[in-house]
């Protein structure tokens, strides 16, 4: 069940023709019409909404503003549970199989109601015989080596389930892992489910590391997407997927040894499919915990973008860069430089861009103070930065490196966009590391994907993948019910 309330620092402004929905941090204002306001005034001081499903289209809208926030309980377990066929491809994982096979005996789900099919991509080791041992039906890719994609697709073709589970050889199910996901496809607009994805061990430091901050790790808010140019995906590791829809898009393509999954969720969501992601119903997934495998593993990772782009042309990287915003960062990061001059130069600059912010707030029936103002603003620019940055320490990384061994005046920026895209990711994501060994780990997580994109495009020689689509704003038009 999903309800809805207000996010932090948003309060709901009654007018004469509707309201007007103001969220301090960062500042944003959007008029909305009587009745609309009349549905969100139930909302009331933090309490959840009520009729959620009635009014699903525009709450969303609402949450992807960033004015309410959605939370998501479990279904109640249905009376007729579905029958799910789990599939698991795998190429010399014994071991590794054995212990995911162990973990789904386990499930706490109707027996009469589950199958497991192991697909065996040419294994030399005895991985069937040991999918076998655990009672699994074990099928051939129809080829050594085929790749993930396609032994699923074999699994796919081979099972009776209505809903079709997948999960990889190297991770483990939590016991409830389908009871926490399957009731969710009660929303018959659901296409695909995934749940959250977490590492087997937090041992070393690299573990810790790759627990939060995997590709793999959706975060601890539940999300739902349907079509949109944004990137959302789901991970094949924890994936569900309705039989029907699933061989309706002709499956995982079978080519793709990197990023099938992407390009699985897009192409649902672009033919109007819907895909749901909650932190529920957990994986475990054995990470590479060594320096090596990790850097391999993001370098492989990154030359998936290539492929994806031109599969996906449409879905380019977008950044809201505001002019004035950008204007007044760029005058702040020449300090260094510019000295007392760029410092008041960016004071001015800042003073007045919050005067013509106020008055345009005030047009909107919003009368806001100076300070609360300039507040908003810095809270701006520290987004601004943050983004820029990482984008910058994503993709060109190598490059500023050597900018700053050419030219050592480049030294502070480099280091100031290393910094704050590191610490807004330390802070965010909460991991329990030192900050400095944190850091060590994503500045080799940066190098290993950037070189892995920068590869990609070579072998495609296609570099869409480096263009950026600026924006000035984000479109808050009046929401209507």
């Given at each position: 069940m999903m309800t809805y309330r207000f996010a932090s620092q948003v309060e709901l402004i009654e007018q004469r023709d509707g309201a007007v929905l103001l969220k301090s941090i960062p500042l944003s204002v959007?008029?909305?019409?009587?009745?609309?306001?009349?549905?969100?005034?139930?909302?009331?001081?933090?309490?959840?909404?009520?009729?959620?499903?009635?009014?699903?289209?525009?709450?969303?809208?609402?949450?992807?503003?960033?004015?309410?926030?959605?939370?998501?309980?479990v279904p109640e377990v249905p009376q007729q549970y579905p029958f799910v066929s789990v599939i698991i491809p795998v190429r010399d994982r014994e071991k590794a199989l054995g212990r995911c096979l162990e973990s789904l005996s386990a499930l706490h789900y109707p027996a009469e109601r589950l199958e497991v099919i192991v697909v065996d991509d040419g294994s030399k080791d005895n991985s069937a015989g040991c999918a076998k041992r655990w009672g699994a039906k074990v099928i051939s890719s129809g080829a050594d080596g085929a790749g993930p994609a396609a032994a699923r697709n074999r699994g796919a073709d081979a099972a009776r389930g209505e809903i079709l589970a997948f999960i990889d050889s190297d991770c483990t199910a939590s016991k409830e892992w389908l009871r926490e996901l399957v009731p969710l496809f009660d929303d018959a607009a659901l296409a695909a489910v995934g749940g959250k994805v977490a590492g087997i061990?937090?041992?070393?430091?690299?573990?810790?590391?790759?627990?939060?901050?995997?590709?793999?790790?959706?975060?601890?808010?539940?999300?739902?997407?349907?079509?949109?140019?944004?990137?959302?995906?789901l991970p094949s590791c924890n994936l569900l997927v309705k039989k029907e829809v699933f061989l309706g898009?002709?499956?995982?393509?079978?080519?793709?040894?990197?990023?099938?999954?992407?390009?699985?969720?897009?192409?649902?969501?672009?033919?109007?499919?819907?895909?749901?992601?909650?932190?529920?119903?957990?994986?475990?997934?054995?990470?590479?915990n060594q320096p090596g495998a990790f850097m391999s593993r993001r370098f492989f990772y990154g030359t998936s973008e290539e492929k994806l782009q031109r599969l996906h042309p449409t879905r380019k990287k977008q950044m809201v860069v505001p002019p004035l915003p950008a204007g007044l960062l760029l005058v702040f990061l020449t300090i260094p430089w510019t000295g007392g001059f760029g410092m008041l130069l960016a004071g001015i600059m800042a003073v007045m861009e919050s005067r013509l912010l106020k008055k345009k707030t005030q047009k909107m029936g919003v009368d806001l103070g100076l300070f609360q103002l300039l507040r908003a603003r810095l809270r701006t620019l520290v987004s601004l930065?943050?983004?820029?940055?990482?984008?910058?320490?994503?993709?060109?990384?190598?490059?500023?490196?050597?900018?700053?061994?050419?030219?050592?005046?480049?030294?502070?920026?480099?280091?100031?966009?290393?910094?704050?895209?590191?610490?807004?990711?330390?802070?965010?994501?909460?991991?329990?590391?030192?900050?400095?060994?944190?850091?060590?780990?994503?500045?080799?997580?940066?190098?290993?994907?950037?070189?892995?994109?920068f590869w990609g495009c070579v072998k495609g020689m296609n570099f869409r993948s480096y263009v950026v689509v600026l924006r000035r704003h984000i479109d808050h038009r009046r929401v209507d019910v």
């Open positions: 959007l008029r909305v019409n009587r009745a609309c306001a009349t549905l969100l005034k139930g909302l009331g001081a933090g309490g959840p909404a009520a009729n959620p499903a009635q009014h699903k289209a525009l709450f969303e809208q609402l949450v992807a503003r960033g004015f309410l926030e959605r939370s998501q309980t061990s937090k041992e070393s430091a690299l573990d810790r590391y790759e627990d939060v901050m995997s590709s793999l790790c959706m975060g601890r808010h539940p999300r739902l997407a349907g079509k949109g140019a944004d990137t959302f995906y898009m002709n499956g995982f393509a079978p080519a793709m040894q990197v990023g099938e999954d992407v390009d699985l969720c897009w192409r649902m969501r672009d033919k109007g499919r819907r895909i749901a992601y909650m932190p529920a119903g957990t994986v475990f997934h054995q990470h590479r930065l943050y983004y820029l940055s990482f984008h910058l320490v994503r993709y060109y990384l190598i490059v500023m490196i050597v900018l700053g061994i050419l030219q050592p005046l480049f030294i502070p920026v480099l280091l100031l966009m290393l910094g704050c895209a590191a610490m807004v990711d330390f802070r965010v994501k909460k991991v329990q590391l030192p900050f400095i060994s944190f850091f060590l780990f994503y500045i080799l997580e940066q190098l290993a994907y950037g070189l892995g994109v």
